[in-house]
Protein backbone atom coordinates (compact mmCIF):
# COMPACT_ATOMS: atom_id res chain seq x y z
CA UNK A 1 0.00 0.00 0.00
CA UNK A 2 1.64 3.57 -1.41
CA UNK A 3 1.76 6.57 0.57
CA UNK A 4 0.72 5.13 3.94
CA UNK A 5 4.82 5.63 4.95
CA UNK A 6 5.12 8.93 3.76
CA UNK A 7 3.30 10.30 7.06
CA UNK A 8 6.63 9.30 8.69
CA UNK A 9 8.55 12.80 9.69
CA UNK A 10 11.79 10.82 9.60
CA UNK A 11 14.10 10.84 6.88
CA UNK A 12 15.12 8.46 4.16
CA UNK A 13 17.69 7.29 6.56
CA UNK A 14 15.33 6.71 9.72
CA UNK A 15 12.52 5.03 7.86
CA UNK A 16 12.83 1.75 9.37
CA UNK A 17 9.12 1.30 8.51
CA UNK A 18 9.32 -0.48 4.39
CA UNK A 19 5.73 -0.63 3.80
CA UNK A 20 2.42 -0.68 4.88
CA UNK A 21 0.98 -4.27 3.54
CA UNK A 22 -2.76 -4.00 5.23
CA UNK A 23 -3.98 -1.41 7.52
CA UNK A 24 -7.47 -0.51 9.35
CA UNK A 25 -7.52 3.03 9.88
CA UNK A 26 -6.58 3.77 13.90
CA UNK A 27 -7.01 -0.04 14.92
CA UNK A 28 -4.79 -2.32 13.69
CA UNK A 29 -2.03 -2.96 10.87
CA UNK A 30 0.79 -4.82 9.53
CA UNK A 31 4.07 -3.86 7.73
CA UNK A 32 7.47 -4.51 6.49
CA UNK A 33 10.99 -3.72 7.64
CA UNK A 34 13.03 -4.72 5.13
CA UNK A 35 17.11 -4.80 5.47
CA UNK A 36 19.52 -5.60 2.73
CA UNK A 37 22.98 -7.76 3.14
CA UNK A 38 25.03 -3.94 3.12
CA UNK A 39 23.35 -1.89 5.50
CA UNK A 40 25.93 0.60 6.61
CA UNK A 41 26.07 -0.38 10.55
CA UNK A 42 26.39 -4.35 9.33
CA UNK A 43 30.08 -4.25 9.80
CA UNK A 44 29.85 -2.77 13.24
CA UNK A 45 26.79 -4.71 14.78
CA UNK A 46 28.83 -7.23 14.95
CA UNK A 47 32.33 -7.53 13.31
CA UNK A 48 31.94 -10.58 10.80
CA UNK A 49 28.13 -11.45 12.22
CA UNK A 50 25.49 -8.72 11.13
CA UNK A 51 22.76 -8.98 13.08
CA UNK A 52 19.86 -6.38 12.95
CA UNK A 53 19.71 -3.64 16.12
CA UNK A 54 16.75 -4.38 18.76
CA UNK A 55 16.25 -0.76 18.83
CA UNK A 56 15.33 -0.61 15.22
CA UNK A 57 12.92 -3.03 14.89
CA UNK A 58 11.40 -1.59 18.27
CA UNK A 59 11.55 1.56 16.08
CA UNK A 60 10.02 0.01 13.30
CA UNK A 61 7.23 -0.71 15.08
CA UNK A 62 6.50 2.43 16.74
CA UNK A 63 6.47 3.85 12.86
CA UNK A 64 4.14 1.15 11.92
CA UNK A 65 2.31 1.91 15.47
CA UNK A 66 2.19 5.94 15.00
CA UNK A 67 0.49 5.37 11.42
CA UNK A 68 -1.87 2.94 12.12
CA UNK A 69 -2.73 4.84 15.34
CA UNK A 70 -3.47 8.52 14.20
CA UNK A 71 -4.33 7.61 10.66
CA UNK A 72 -8.07 7.65 11.24
CA UNK A 73 -7.73 11.16 12.12
CA UNK A 74 -8.41 14.37 9.83
CA UNK A 75 -5.03 15.25 9.48
CA UNK A 76 -2.81 12.52 10.68
CA UNK A 77 0.44 12.26 12.11
CA UNK A 78 2.94 10.33 12.66
CA UNK A 79 3.39 10.27 16.37
CA UNK A 80 6.50 9.87 18.54
CA UNK A 81 7.12 6.89 21.19
CA UNK A 82 6.12 7.38 24.58
CA UNK A 83 6.77 4.31 26.14
CA UNK A 84 8.32 0.83 25.40
CA UNK A 85 7.53 -2.06 27.14
CA UNK A 86 8.67 -5.24 24.28
CA UNK A 87 10.80 -8.32 24.78
CA UNK A 88 13.04 -9.48 21.98
CA UNK A 89 13.18 -13.27 21.74
CA UNK A 90 15.68 -13.97 18.66
CA UNK A 91 18.24 -12.45 16.87
CA UNK A 92 17.89 -11.34 12.96
CA UNK A 93 20.41 -11.34 10.20
CA UNK A 94 20.35 -9.64 7.36
CA UNK A 95 19.36 -9.42 4.54
CA UNK A 96 15.95 -9.72 6.07
CA UNK A 97 12.31 -9.15 5.90
CA UNK A 98 10.27 -8.39 9.27
CA UNK A 99 6.43 -8.67 9.32
CA UNK A 100 5.25 -6.43 12.03
CA UNK A 101 1.65 -6.15 13.58
CA UNK A 102 0.85 -3.47 15.47
CA UNK A 103 -3.43 -3.43 17.37
CA UNK A 104 -4.20 -0.31 19.21
CA UNK A 105 -5.49 -1.10 22.27
CA UNK A 106 -6.36 1.93 24.23
CA UNK A 107 -6.17 5.65 23.42
CA UNK A 108 -5.94 8.59 26.07
CA UNK A 109 -6.08 12.44 24.69
CA UNK A 110 -3.08 12.18 22.42
CA UNK A 111 -1.90 8.71 23.53
CA UNK A 112 -2.54 4.86 22.17
CA UNK A 113 -0.99 1.94 23.86
CA UNK A 114 -0.25 -0.71 21.36
CA UNK A 115 0.28 -4.58 21.30
CA UNK A 116 2.92 -5.02 19.02
CA UNK A 117 4.66 -7.76 17.59
CA UNK A 118 7.65 -8.46 14.76
CA UNK A 119 8.17 -12.27 13.32
CA UNK A 120 10.79 -13.47 10.11
CA UNK A 121 9.46 -16.54 8.39
CA UNK A 122 7.05 -16.96 10.81
CA UNK A 123 9.87 -17.13 13.98
CA UNK A 124 8.64 -14.59 16.86
CA UNK A 125 11.32 -11.72 17.40
CA UNK A 126 9.93 -9.15 19.19
CA UNK A 127 6.55 -9.19 21.24
CA UNK A 128 4.94 -6.34 23.69
CA UNK A 129 3.42 -3.00 24.11
CA UNK A 130 4.22 0.79 22.81
CA UNK A 131 2.74 3.70 23.75
CA UNK A 132 2.73 6.17 20.84
CA UNK A 133 1.59 9.81 20.73
CA UNK A 134 0.05 12.13 18.55
CA UNK A 135 1.98 15.10 17.30
CA UNK A 136 4.72 16.78 15.66
CA UNK A 137 7.97 15.76 16.47
CA UNK B 1 -13.22 -7.33 54.41
CA UNK B 2 -16.17 -6.78 52.33
CA UNK B 3 -16.85 -7.17 48.59
CA UNK B 4 -16.05 -3.22 48.53
CA UNK B 5 -12.89 -2.92 50.34
CA UNK B 6 -11.64 -5.85 48.48
CA UNK B 7 -12.73 -4.32 44.97
CA UNK B 8 -10.72 -0.94 46.20
CA UNK B 9 -7.99 -2.74 47.36
CA UNK B 10 -7.57 -4.72 44.12
CA UNK B 11 -7.28 -0.90 42.43
CA UNK B 12 -4.91 0.42 44.88
CA UNK B 13 -2.72 -3.10 43.77
CA UNK B 14 -3.07 -1.53 40.14
CA UNK B 15 -2.34 1.68 41.15
CA UNK B 16 1.01 0.30 42.60
CA UNK B 17 1.89 -1.93 39.77
CA UNK B 18 1.23 0.65 37.19
CA UNK B 19 3.03 3.47 39.06
CA UNK B 20 5.83 1.40 39.94
CA UNK B 21 5.58 2.66 43.97
CA UNK B 22 6.72 0.61 46.58
CA UNK B 23 4.20 -2.42 47.65
CA UNK B 24 4.35 -0.98 50.97
CA UNK B 25 3.01 3.07 49.85
CA UNK B 26 0.19 3.74 51.47
CA UNK B 27 -2.82 3.96 49.24
CA UNK B 28 -6.68 4.40 49.86
CA UNK B 29 -9.60 5.50 48.90
CA UNK B 30 -9.01 9.44 49.88
CA UNK B 31 -5.59 9.35 47.97
CA UNK B 32 -5.10 12.26 45.03
CA UNK B 33 -4.19 10.90 42.17
CA UNK B 34 -4.46 14.06 40.11
CA UNK B 35 -2.50 16.08 42.00
CA UNK B 36 -0.64 15.23 45.88
CA UNK B 37 1.91 12.97 45.98
CA UNK B 38 1.29 10.63 42.58
CA UNK B 39 -0.57 13.82 40.09
CA UNK B 40 -0.74 11.12 37.60
CA UNK B 41 0.03 12.15 33.71
CA UNK B 42 -1.97 11.12 30.67
CA UNK B 43 0.48 8.60 30.33
CA UNK B 44 -0.16 6.82 33.42
CA UNK B 45 -3.99 6.99 33.11
CA UNK B 46 -4.24 5.35 29.80
CA UNK B 47 -1.43 2.51 31.43
CA UNK B 48 -3.84 2.36 34.49
CA UNK B 49 -6.96 2.08 32.44
CA UNK B 50 -5.57 -0.99 30.32
CA UNK B 51 -4.81 -2.60 32.91
CA UNK B 52 -7.98 -2.20 35.21
CA UNK B 53 -9.65 -3.41 31.78
CA UNK B 54 -7.49 -6.35 32.09
CA UNK B 55 -7.68 -7.20 35.45
CA UNK B 56 -11.59 -6.80 35.79
CA UNK B 57 -12.46 -8.05 32.56
CA UNK B 58 -14.23 -5.02 31.18
CA UNK B 59 -13.98 -2.77 28.21
CA UNK B 60 -14.05 1.03 28.95
CA UNK B 61 -14.80 3.57 26.12
CA UNK B 62 -12.27 5.91 25.24
CA UNK B 63 -14.64 8.60 25.58
CA UNK B 64 -15.77 7.96 29.18
CA UNK B 65 -11.99 8.02 30.51
CA UNK B 66 -12.05 11.74 31.61
CA UNK B 67 -9.46 13.44 34.50
CA UNK B 68 -12.68 13.39 36.82
CA UNK B 69 -12.92 10.22 37.37
CA UNK B 70 -8.87 10.05 38.32
CA UNK B 71 -9.47 12.78 41.61
CA UNK B 72 -8.88 10.21 44.09
CA UNK B 73 -9.02 6.63 43.99
CA UNK B 74 -12.32 6.23 45.84
CA UNK B 75 -13.59 8.48 42.74
CA UNK B 76 -11.60 5.68 40.54
CA UNK B 77 -12.65 2.80 41.75
CA UNK B 78 -16.71 4.46 41.59
CA UNK B 79 -16.01 5.20 38.05
CA UNK B 80 -14.87 1.32 37.33
CA UNK B 81 -17.64 -0.19 38.93
CA UNK B 82 -20.47 2.43 36.92
CA UNK B 83 -18.62 0.68 34.24
CA UNK B 84 -18.92 -2.75 34.81
CA UNK B 85 -22.85 -2.03 35.67
Known sequence: MSG??????HGPG???LTEVVEIEP????????????????CAAHFPGNP????????????????????SDHEAPVAGMLAQVDVRLWKTVSPPADLDLGVRVVKRFGALANCEVSAT?????????????????? | VNTQESFAERICELIRTEL???PST?????????????????????????????????????????????GTVGSLVAFVQEQQA
Open chain 1, 51 to 70: IVPGVFIIEALAQLAGIVAW
Open chain 1, 14 to 16: FKH
Open chain 2, 26 to 70: PIDETTKLIGGDHDLDSLDILMLVTAIEKECDIKISDESIGKDAF
Open chain 2, 20 to 22: KLD
Open chain 1, 120 to 137: HRGDRVCSGTLVVSGGAP
Open chain 1, 26 to 41: GQSGRGVSSYGPHEPW
Open chain 1, 4 to 9: WTDMLP
